[in-house]
């Protein structure tokens, strides 16, 4: 029986592998001439009605030539492939303005100077004193939230039961949702009754910030250690494996790449925040490289300060924003490379 559905399968008449580029090309072109004919017609709407029209199409011709599975199957392709370029479209046309627009101001200068002396329109000046503060914080924020975060999560998975994991998790589901000004808030109010009203440092942003990363933490890395075999957990224990030896040993270890993904997503989440800082941190124009006092410059409010001066200061904005990409991408990459290295080899 299987052999004789693979023959007829074989035998069943199938479209050329270029139809779907001809199609398309010629989907394009019909709408760019009909377009041409009602008015003058724009990128966008000839991309989004001819890949209306190439699905429909397409779909019509399977059909026709190939039979009815064969063409549900094109089109849940076409679907499928258009929604990915769609989801694309916004992720590709915010990195192209970013570049074009901060790679203007971009140079070893822009990196290494501070905006120290530097008034009006003067091109002058660089972001040093920004980076050095969205390190200051982001690291802070970083040393508060990962161990609390992965800890609780081992709790939930491997400990917890009863009232007190489920209150924790309705409050893990809560914060995950909770403003980033009402962080700042928090934060301020906190070292205002422990400090006083004046006091602003990096410790205080990235304690606002900590508010905004722990929950995403929690969440991710929880996620992926439910995603570990039981099996792996049974087979520790039989070897006599003690239950904490068993979480850091073989939990942790399977479930790193996961967990390094979900901690550089929830860094990601806050490093970009700015309500909370403007209130916390503040902004000066030099180098402060004390977190316990003192107002300290980031790049987000950084941006943000010199897109409201105008002029010159848009692109520097622009600048920042790029910087603070490269940031990312580079701690995305350094913790790629930090998982791979202590994730369990597989045997070759």
Known sequence: ??????????????????????VLVASVALVYVLLLLVGEPTVVSVVFLGGILFIVASWA??????????SKDRLATSLVTGAFLVAMVPLVSLVWIVLQRGLKLFSWDFLTTDMTGIFGDMV??????AIVGTLWVTGIASVISIPLGIFTAIYLVEYGKGRLARAITILVDVM??????????????????????AYRSALMGAVALAVLMTPVVVRSVEEMLRLVPNELREASYALGVPKWLTVIKVVLRTAIAGITTGVMIAIARVIGETAPLLMTVG???????????GRMATLPVFAYRQFSQGGVGIDRAWTAALTLVVIVMLLNLGARLISRYFAPKGRS
């Open 1 to 22: 029986m299987t052999a004789l559905t693979s023959e007829l399968a074989t035998r069943a008449p199938r479209l050329p592998k270029w139809t779907p580029w001809a």
């Open 124 to 129: 002058e000046g660089g972001a040093l004193h």
């Open 176 to 197: 995950t949702g909770i403003p980033s000004i009402v962080a700042g808030l928090f934060a301020f109010a906190l070292f205002t009754i422990l400090v006083g009203p």
């Open 283 to 293: 902004i000066i124009a030099s180098i402060n490289n004390n977190p316990l006092e």
């Open 61 to 70: 011709l399977s059909r026709a030539v190939e039979g009815e599975r064969p």
